[in-house]
């Protein structure tokens, strides 16, 4: 299945159903990230529609919005239950987390949530996540990236399968709705008639990710006079293109020591491209929050530098440092090489 532009025409039908269960058989188990609005809702329903039974629907309140948060986690429950679904609520304090790691709150909502994920995947054996994310989402991203300076795989956006290494667990985390635009996703849920609940915080302008959608994408288009949605995501695929050959390209990371760490001596010896790639796959390897061309130039300053001490922050709560030849993470997830 692949990233199709918006405005291809996939509708959410029995069709496109069967290529779901032919790329992700419902025989297997998953999580299911399901918010309570209308994008996870639909994605609730539709995995329901084609057969997938054994799921654990995932519900995060982010601690932000009070008694509305808590409304939403219990509509969730009592939904998926009607649906035959077992259930976990998780609550996380994203306020203290950010202040506390000097996060944005989107950040931070972003990483506490999957670390909820992990707790849950751990606690049912389960490692492959459905999540809501559509076509313009994706859009959103590769916005988003490219105005962070990031290289080609920022700008491919998301993807409809990648794995991410969470407090020790790795999280198989799965994009079916990937191909499918808003307005397919609004005129399934009309069609079918499925509750969800409306989060206010959309129509406002607190997270960039909001802006990005109300106010950029709006003027792009006054600007170009055209929907300019299918043109980002045709320059998000050659970009994924472009990526996949340089990752078969730039070989196999040059471990080091028992902790994940990497050969400084062989790092050094690279030539430049290959170097700062390998550096920015193992940040996000090792679940470094929204890494790019700034936290790459960090660890390059600890790796090429003779100085000491040898030490880099880097965003959640993470440092990078070079000791006995060996460059290597500290903080929260830096646990050793994932197969």
């Known amino acids: 299945m692949g990233q199709n532009a918006v405005g291809d025409g996939i509708t959410l039908n029995n069709a496109f159903a069967e290529v779901m269960r032919a790329k992700w058989p419902p025989d297997r188990p998953y999580l299911a990230a399901i918010s309570g609005g209308r994008d ?9 529609g084609a057969g997938y039974r054994d799921l654990v629907v995932c519900q995060i309140d982010h601690g ?7 409304a939403e ?4 429950r009592e939904m998926a239950e009607r649906l035959g679904y077992t259930v976990e609520l998780r609550r996380v304090e994203v ?20 670390r909820a994920f992990a707790e849950v995947a751990a606690k049912h054996d389960c490692r492959r996540v459905f999540l809501a994310h559509h076509a313009d ?26 794995s991410r290494v969470v ?65 980002v995501l045709r320059a998000a695929d050659l970009a994924a293109l472009e990526d996949t050959w340089a990752a078969e390209a730039t070989g196999p990371m ?28 193992w940040l996000r390897e090792r679940g470094v929050p929204d890494c790019g061309h700034d936290e790459v130039a960090r660890v390059l300053t600890v790796l090429m530098t003779s100085a ?15 000791r006995e030849g060996v460059l290597f993470m500290e903080g929260p997830r830096a646990e050793g090489p994932q197969a």
């Open 64 to 70: 932000l919005r009070g008694e509305i948060s808590t």
């Open 167 to 231: 407090a020790g667990v790795e999280l198989e985390l799965i994009r079916p709705f990937l191909g499918i635009t808003r307005e397919e996703i609004v005129r399934h849920v009309a069609a079918e008639g499925i509750d969800y609940r409306e989060d206010e915080s959309n129509a406002s302008d607190f997270a960039l990710r909001n802006r990005v959608r109300n106010r950029l994408l709006p003027l792009l288009g006054e600007i170009f006079e055209r929907d300019v949605r299918p043109a």
């Open 254 to 281: 040059p471990w080091k020591g028992p902790n994940g760490g990497l050969d400084v001596a062989t790092l050094r010896g690279m030539p430049g491209a290959q170097r700062q790639r390998l550096l920015l796959k």
């Open 73 to 76: 986690g219990e509509f969730v």
């Open 308 to 322: 000491r001490p040898a030490r880099a922050s880097l965003p959640g709560g993470h440092a990078v440092r070079r």
């Open 40 to 48: 996870s809702m639909a994605l609730l329903h539709f995995l329901h």
């Open 137 to 162: 989402d994706r859009v959103e991203t590769v916005l988003i990236n490219l105005f962070r300076g990031t290289g080609a795989r920022g700008l491919a956006g998301m993807e409809p399968e990648t």
């Open 95 to 114: 306020t203290a987390f950010a202040r506390s790691e000097k996060l944005s709150l989107e950040t931070a909502a972003r990483e506490l949530r999957y």
